[in-house]
Antibody
Framework: QVQLQESGPGLVKPSETLSLTCTDS?????????WGWIRQPPGKGLEWIGS???????YYNPSLKSRVTISLDTSKNQFSLKLTSVTAADTAIYFC????????????????????WGQGTLVTVSS | QSVLTQPPSASGTPGQRVTISCSGS????????VNWYLQLPGTAPKLLIY???QRPSGVPGRFTGSKSGTSASLAISGLQSEDEADYYC???????????FGGGTKLTVL
């Protein structure tokens, strides 16, 4: 059973790099799934950041792509998020999640969902 | 501005049936399946409906999802006080080449 937990600094200075790690304590991230990050500014909605798989396939939100790197560390069963050049607009609760993506046939389109989610960690960008 | 449009709020009384809508376009809902997430205050979102109308194990049958054209709906029957939460729709967007979320609907049980 997948159990995800985010960890990392809760405070990051403007222009610096936000780094978070998500540890899976119950399931191998070397499986065929994707592993993703989603964020939620305080009091606002959800924004997908990006997702990556063990095979090296990666999807990033175009609005963040130039600043984001998501990578897997299979030896530690962890995956990480790095977001560079942060500003106050990057202040949010950051969630990690297993991301299922599949495209069985052209008629059905793409299946995708996030389940389960980590509990989330608040990252504040401030000097 | 979210790619998917949801009403910001909805309400109902205990026992009532409530429906939450989610409007998209041909590049997202029109081509791909829809998911719904429930977020209780101060907690992480939880998958409620996937593949437009499938319920994960443990989700009560009171929650049903449907999709038609470029819109989707979540129906909650037999409304209970513990259903008071934020609800988000989501799907894959072919133009973005990634998942998109609706802005969320805050459900109040009166």
């Amino acid at each position: 059973q997948v159990q995800l937990q985010e960890s990392g600094p809760g405070l990051v200075k403007p222009s610096e790099t936000l780094s978070l790690t998500c540890t899976d304590s119950g399931y191998s991230i070397s499986s065929g799934d994707y592993w993703g990050w989603i964020r939620q500014p305080p009091g606002k909605g959800l924004e997908w950041i990006g997702s990556t798989s063990h095979s090296g396939s990666t999807y990033y939100n175009p609005s963040l792509k130039s600043r984001v790197t998501i990578s897997l560390d299979t030896s530690k069963n962890q995956f990480s998020l790095k977001l560079t050049s942060v500003t106050a607009a990057d202040t949010a609760i950051y969630f990690c999640a297993r991301h299922t993506i599949a495209s069985p046939d052209s008629h059905t389109g793409i299946y995708n969902w996030f389940d389960p989610w980590g509990q989330g960690t608040l990252v504040t960008v401030s000097s | 501005q979210s790619v998917l449009t949801q009403p910001p709020s909805a309400s109902g009384t205990p026992g009532q049936r409530v429906t939450i809508s989610c409007s998209g376009s041909t590049s997202n809902i029109g081509r791909n399946t829809v998911n719904w997430y429930l977020q209780l205050p101060g907690t992480a979102p939880k998958l409620l409906i996937y593949n437009s109308n499938q319920r994960p194990s443990g989700v009560p049958g009171r929650f049903t999802g449907s999709k038609s054209g470029t819109s989707a709906s979540l129906a909650i029957s037999g409304l209970q006080s513990e259903d008071e939460a934020d609800y988000y729709c989501a799907t894959w967007d072919d133009s973005l080449n990634g998942p998109v979320f609706g802005g969320g609907t805050k459900l109040t049980v009166l």
